[in-house]
């Protein structure tokens, strides 16, 4: 018996088949199908389609499917308009004290989500009455809590986009049109101050605070029972404190030129103070609701856990409303932060905000180089890395206050009397100081993009390298001709040139570690060529700390030259000469490439003892994946570049047994210990070292330690191995994030 399906299409007629094997057009007449789908439906299996003959496989590629809410957008599986949802009493106006708390905790959680990257209208702007805030002016709390929300909101949009780090996440600042600058949102704190000092008073006459003359006076409380109002009014004390802290903090950190630095570190540490009294609030209100284990079931939106401190759904919320506002394409599934990572969050968040307050504004290139490396290490958001570029950098200036020609005079140690305006206009400094400006955002992005940008920023630094000949005369003999050493500070110019290449070059090969790009066949190759950059980086690191101290020395001749003794001088300058190999940062790059030496040797003596396997592919060589890797570096004169054969001829190591190239490892990593000790002593002698980076330095010599000490154990545990016992090595990176740690097991 024929099929439904068969039957129709048996009966159909050229003029009215449903199929055509033309593509559909503006002309195209279109014809109602109800009969034949209802029939297709009923015969059609699993997995089967019918499509005409115009129905090809790229448009299947780009089809939707209808009737998914995961896919089409044009679904109905909500309120379809804000006025549709007010209408059906989805966003009541008079709330009782619970559901006001459960508003205030979910609108925090949603902006927490959208600090992660997420759509403004399917976090904060799914909150029915941040869309309708002049409906919301009845309710005094909620109508002051929702327009903070909206200014604090605003204020974070437009730092992000104005430091242009939203490419890195481009919903972030999408508004599809939604009320984001509302009118007056400036003047936002006047409300909130009012409803804030109501609540006080509240909460000063429950603890019978209140002196006698105002003991008549009535108050309105915020719920029924006595017994609860003291809790609910520090319940209610905290998020609005925590709520104003905040946006004075956003306030002071956009001030230009880091003036709002003080104000902003003060704000911070209140709104940290008001977090904890709302973390420990949370016990109360879960102990005042009894059903605390109601979920969303909302099919758009996924919870992670409960986004209230009671644990109840918080209503007045709806993230199909602003469906139609986003853009043509399947709405995204996205996860509400849970209440106790919105407290994480915000907690961390605060706490890396007070990292950027608490930046010197004076200190050098090197230093504040490491400071941005270092502050990375604490994984900040967009949000934060967003301020921290906004200080930076703000008219082209550094912390908006100190041209970048006169940085670059500080960072090159240059003397006063060059400081005019042909320096200030040199092709020199206007690129060098461009490419200063462009490392130092590129260093506030995240690790993927840092490193997709600074490998242009590399490119661009050896370029300038290359037109060095040009340079010379074009702005070494004009800008420096009124020097008598003028050819010793020509030699400055071109080792700072090739330092910051080499920094650049360092940072790019580490950040592989840290994204997990290298495989661990690759591990040798790579601490092999990073050994060498930092063999480079210290060659002209030296020759400017001589460059400074030669200026140093100059001075302290001068002023010794009128004394008659002259063993206060020799001590001077030999104390001089003992700092040039003594600076925390110097020696840091000295305790790196000791651990590059050991893991290299460490390394390839393994691969020749066979105790360590990597698998192979079939689709590249070893040689093939070398050039991959330093490709980059090849197209850059600094530093030199190496080839594949240099690196199996350096690792080679065919007049050595073995064992003496696990001795050789050994050493490595003795000196690393070493250098470590010096390390330590370096730092706590360092009177204006950034905290920020003594607390990592002090982390970083631990997780060092602790690489050296582990590997010097594998090592003797190998050295001591008799040809027949077979062992396996491994390696991993659980004590530091860039120098791995050998793993020994039987095989």
Not at 363 to 374: F, G, H, K, P, Y
Not at 393 to 420: I, Y
Not at 493 to 517: D, K, P
Request: glycine content about 4%; proline content about 3%.
């Amino acid at each position: 018996m024929a099929s439904p399906v068969a039957e129709i299409l048996q009966t159909s007629t050229p003029s009215n088949r449903p199929f055509s094997s033309q593509a559909a057009g503006d002309q195209t007449v279109w014809a109602d199908a109800s009969c034949f789908l209802s029939a297709v439906c009923n015969d059609l299996e699993v997995g089967e389609l019918v499509h005409g003959e115009n129905f090809s496989m790229f448009e299947a590629m780009s089809a939707l499917e209808i009737m998914d809410p995961k896919m089409d957008a044009a679904m109905s599986t909500g309120f379809n308009t804000v006025e549709e949802a007010v209408e059906s009493g989805a966003a009541p106006i008079h709330l009782n004290i619970l559901q006001l708390v459960d508003v205030m905790d979910h609108l925090l959680a949603c902006e927490a989500t959208w600090h992660r990257g997420h759509y403004l209208a399917q976090t904060v702007f799914s909150c029915l009455y941040l869309l309708k805030l002049d409906r919301a002016a009845p309710n005094a709390l909620l109508h002051a809590y929702c327009k903070t929300t909206r200014a604090t909101c605003s204020l974070i949009r437009a730092v992000v986009f104005a430091v242009h780090t939203n490419e890195e996440e481009d919903l972030f600042t999408f508004a599809f049109g939604l009320p984001i600058d509302g009118e007056g949102d400036i003047k936002c704190l006047s409300g909130l101050n009012l409803v804030e000092e109501v609540v006080a008073r509240q909460l000063r006459g429950c603890k019978g605070v209140i002196a006698k003359k105002k003991v008549a006076e009535e108050i309105e409380s915020l719920q029924e029972d006595p017994t609860l109002e003291e809790g609910y009014c520090q319940a209610i004390l905290s998020r609005l404190r925590f709520r104003k802290a905040l946006y004075h903090s956003v306030s002071y950190l956009n001030k230009p030129q880091g003036r709002g630095l003080e104000m902003a570190h003060k704000h911070i540490a209140m709104a940290l103070s008001e977090l904890s009294a709302i973390r420990e609030s949370s016990k109360f209100l879960s102990s005042c609701c009894p059903n605390n284990c109601c979920k969303d079931t909302d099919n758009q939106l996924e919870v992670n856990g409960p986004t209230t401190a009671s644990g109840q759904r918080a209503i007045g919320f709806d993230t199909s409303v602003n469906k139609r506002l986003s853009a043509p394409a399947p709405p995204r599934s996205i996860k509400i932060y849970s209440w106790k990572e919105t407290l994480d969050y915000f907690e961390k968040l605060l706490q890396d905000l007070d990292h950027i307050c608490s930046l010197p504004l004076n200190l050098s290139l090197e230093e504040l180089l490491q400071v941005i490396v270092d502050f990375q290490k604490c994984h900040p958001d967009l949000v934060v890395r967003s301020f921290l570029q906004m200080l930076l950098v703000q008219d082209g200036k550094l912390f908006g206050r100190e041209p970048v020609s006169d940085f670059l005079r500080r960072a090159l140690s240059l003397p006063q009397t060059v400081v005019n305006k042909e320096f200030e206009t040199d092709s020199f400094v206007v690129k060098s100081g461009q490419l200063l400006l462009h490392l130092l955002r590129a260093l506030c992005t995240n690790m993927a993009w840092q490193r997709r940008k600074l490998g242009k920023i590399l490119l661009e630094w050896g370029s300038l390298l290359q037109q060095m000949e040009m340079i010379h005369d074009n702005f070494l003999h004009k800008t420096l001709s009124s020097l008598n050493d003028k050819d010793w500070w020509e030699n400055v110019i071109i080792a700072w040139a090739a330092e910051q290449t080499c920094w650049i070059a360092m940072h790019l090969l580490i950040l592989g570690f840290e994204l997990e790009l290298y495989a661990p066949s690759e591990f040798c190759m790579v601490y092999w060529y990073l050994d060498h950059v930092l063999l480079t980086l210290l060659h002209y690191k030296h020759l400017q700390e001589k460059t400074f101290d030669h200026e140093q020395l100059k001075s302290v001749e001068a002023v010794d030259s009128t004394k008659k003794k002259g063993k206060k001088k020799k001590g001077t300058m030999k104390a001089l000469e003992k700092e040039i190999h003594s600076t925390p940062i110097m020696l840091l790059i000295q305790c790196y490439a000791d651990s590059c030496k050991g893991l290299s040797w460490m390394l390839s003596a393994l691969t020749a003892d066979r105790k360590v396997t990597y698998r192979q592919t079939i689709f590249n060589k070893e040689e093939e994946r070398f050039l991959q890797r330093f490709e980059l570096f090849h197209k850059v004169p600094v530093p030199q570049p190496l080839s594949y054969f240099q690196f199996k001829e350096s690792t080679a190591h065919k007049k050595l047994t073995i064992k003496d190239q696990y001795q050789w490892a050994n050493y490595y990593f003795m000196d690393l210990q070493q250098h470590l000790q010096e390390l330590t002593h370096s730092i706590s002698k360092a009177a204006n070292f950034p905290a920020i980076s003594r607390a990592h330095r002090v982390l970083e010599i631990r997780q060092l330690e602790q690489v050296a000490l582990r590997n010097r154990i594998a090592l003797q545990i190998l050295d001591c191995a008799g040809p027949g016992d077979s062992l396996k090595v491994s390696f991993e990176f659980s004590q530091h994030p860039y120098f791995a740690v050998a793993s020994i097991k039987k095989s």
